[in-house]
C-alpha cells in the first residue's frame, strides 16, 4: 500500500470516529443518570460511620466486615488456631442444620408422614453429635461457647452484646471458646 493510500485510510478512520461521536449524543437527564452511576461506583461500600465500628476488608466485588463478630475479631487477631477454627466451622454447620426454618415458619421435614417426630435424619444426627459434644465439655462451657460462637455474644453471656464491654469477661469467654474448640477438635477427631 502506498503512502497516499495510508493516508486515505487514516482520513476514513478520523471521520467515522467523528460520526460515532455525534451520534451518541445524550440528554440532560441521560447525561445526570450516568454521572449518578459513576458517582455511586465511586463511592464508599460502608458509610463513614459504620467504618469507625467495624474492620473491613474491601475485595474488587465485595466489602467484608472482619470485625463484626467476636470469632471474627479474634480470627483477624491471630487468636485462634487452626485446629480450634476447624472445631467452630464444624459445630457452626450443624447448628445449620439444625435451624433450617425461621421461628414464624413451619417446618415441614420434622414430621414424619404427617406425625410429629424428630425430624430429617440429618437433623437427628446433627442434634446427636452436638449433644455428645456438650457432654464432653459440660452445660457449663458449652454454654459460652454456643452464646459466643452461635449468637455472636462478646462475653458468652445473653445481651453481652448489649452491655459495655468489659475485656476480662470478654477474655474468660475467648479462652472458654479455645478450650471447648481444642476438645471437639480432639474427642471428635477432626481433620483440618
Not at 457449663?140 to 454456643?146: H, M
Amino acid at each position: 500500500m502506498s503512502n497516499n493510500g495510508t493516508t486515505n485510510f487514516m482520513q476514513w478512520v478520523m471521520t467515522m470516529a467523528r460520526k460515532t461521536k455525534a451520534a451518541k449524543k445524550v440528554g440532560p437527564l441521560a447525561a445526570l443518570l450516568q454521572r449518578e452511576r459513576a458517582e455511586q461506583a465511586r463511592a464508599p461500600l460502608v458509610n463513614e460511620f459504620a467504618t469507625q465500628h467495624g474492620d473491613y476488608d474491601r475485595n474488587l466485588r465485595k466489602v467484608v466486615n472482619r470485625g463484626g463478630t467476636p470469632i471474627a475479631r479474634w480470627r483477624t487477631a491471630g487468636h485462634l488456631s487452626t485446629s480450634q477454627d476447624a472445631a467452630i466451622a464444624h459445630c457452626i454447620a450443624l447448628w445449620d442444620i439444625i435451624s433450617s426454618s425461621g421461628g414464624l415458619v413451619a417446618n415441614l421435614d420434622r414430621t414424619v408422614f404427617g406425625t410429629p417426630g424428630d425430624g430429617h435424619p440429618r437433623e437427628v444426627e446433627a442434634r446427636s453429635d452436638l449433644l455428645r459434644m456438650k457432654n464432653h465439655v459440660g452445660a457449663k462451657y458449652w454454654d459460652v461457647f454456643e452464646n459466643v460462637v452461635r449468637f455472636d455474644e462478646p462475653a458468652g453471656l445473653a445481651g453481652s452484646r448489649l452491655a459495655a464491654p468489659e475485656a476480662s469477661k470478654e477474655y474468660a469467654a475467648r479462652l472458654t471458646v479455645q478450650f471447648v474448640a481444642d476438645i471437639v477438635t480432639m474427642k471428635e477427631r477432626l481433620s483440618y
